[in-house]
């Protein structure tokens, strides 16, 4: 099981990035995928997690409304697109997987998914 998060970088207050968890070695399409991120000094947050099918999806109240997930089954990828971008959203985004998304507590907690993506670094600055 891999996954590689990327398209992380700097952006201005206000900006937008998309981010992309691409995936190989299991079945992605079988399987939910959560983004998270850690900020220095931080625990590591839950933000948003997509079902197999769509057909669950589910935002942190710290990004609902400006963030979106996404994923294309036949590129095994999922995303994840970031608008009006604060200072505080600077951390490393990570993406997951073999993990819950239900709504429920255990979806945002990182200690409920097996397998996890490098990290990519976002950093919102002027």
């Known amino acids: 099981v891999q996954l590689q998060a ?4 700097l952006v201005q ?3 937008s990035l998309r981010l ?3 995936a190989s070695g299991f079945g992605f399409a079988n399987f939910a995928i959560g983004w998270f991120r850690q900020a ?6 839950g ?3 997509i079902s197999t099918s769509d057909s669950e999806i589910y935002y942190a109240d710290s990004v609902k409304g400006r963030f979106t997930i996404s994923r294309d089954n036949s590129k095994n990828t ?3 697109q970031m608008n009006s971008l604060k200072p505080e959203d600077t951390a490393v985004y990570y993406c997951a997987t073999f ?10 907690s990182p200690h409920a ?11 919102v600055s002027s």
């Open 6 to 9: 990327s398209g992380g970088g």
């Open 13 to 15: 207050p206000g900006g």
């Open 99 to 108: 993990g819950p998304c239900t709504g429920s507590g255990s979806t945002w």
């Open 113 to 123: 998914y097996d397998y996890w993506g490098q990290g990519t670094l976002v950093t």
């Open 40 to 45: 220095p000094g931080k625990e590591r947050e």
């Open 20 to 22: 992309s968890c691409a």
């Open 78 to 80: 999922a995303y994840l």
């Open 47 to 49: 933000l948003s997690c």
